[in-house]
């Protein structure tokens, strides 16, 4: 069991994970928005402005998305 793997630190799981990410790679713009994102913000009672909400979803699932590249270069 993996215990450091609960977290919803995604900085931590970056660097358990060993990706590198490099600045002029096609997503790490994606990546910049995905690693701002925080636990707390579905807490928050104020509206997030949904041109956030449409960007943090792009920068996860889009063509250059996060998950996008995980899924091609992690499984």
């Known amino acids: 069991m993996r215990p450091d793997l609960w977290t919803h630190d995604l ?6 994970a060993g990706i590198v990410l490099a600045v002029g790679h ?3 713009p994606a990546w910049h928005v995905v690693l701002q ?4 913000q579905g807490y928050d009672p104020e509206r997030m402005p949904r041109k956030v909400a449409q960007g943090m979803v792009e920068a996860a699932f889009g063509q250059f998305g ?9 499984t």
């Open 66 to 74: 996060v998950v996008t590249w995980i899924r091609q270069n992690l």
């Open 11 to 16: 900085r931590a799981l970056v660097k358990i």
């Open 26 to 28: 096609p997503t790490a």
């Open 37 to 40: 994102w925080d636990r707390a």
